[in-house]
């Protein structure tokens, strides 16, 4: 499975991006598909995951401001992301995994993407 993400960029404080990321060749099915992040010097983290029906779950530090949408047909998983603060700033990695349940724990995750940088300047 292949995974590519795609959309980071340097934006600046209270900006927006979307970040997709997309399946080669096959749709997600009924794949989990989180997005994680990982800043300098830090442990990669949950940021947001989207079940096949829909079902969403954010990390607290995202939530009203991160949204997670997925694409059944198209095999892409976009993840909006608005009011960006400097402390967003990190590599956002998609993953996806064999089971339907969103996990919060990049171990549970089977497939990755290459990640995209996102920078948020002050």
């Known amino acids: 499975v292949q995974l590519q993400a795609s959309g980071g960029g340097l934006v600046q404080t209270g900006g927006s991006l979307r970040l997709s990321c997309a399946r080669a060749?096959?749709?997600?099915?009924?794949?989990?598909v989180g997005w994680f992040r990982q800043a300098p010097g830090k442990e990669r983290e949950f940021v947001a995951g989207?079940?096949?029906?829909?079902?969403?779950n954010y990390a607290d530090s995202v939530e009203g401001r991160f949204f997670i949408s997925r694409d059944n047909n198209r095999n892409t998983v976009w993840l909006q992301m608005n009011s960006l603060k400097p402390e967003d700033t990190g590599g956002y990695y998609c993953?996806?995994?064999?089971?339907?349940?969103?996990?919060?724990?990049?171990?549970?995750?089977?497939?990755w993407g290459q990640g995209t940088q996102v920078t948020v300047s002050s």
């Open positions: 993953a996806a995994r064999t089971t339907a349940k969103i996990s919060v724990l990049e171990s549970d995750y089977d497939y």
């Open positions: 060749g096959r749709t997600f099915g009924t794949y989990a």
């Open positions: 989207v079940t096949f029906i829909g079902t969403t």
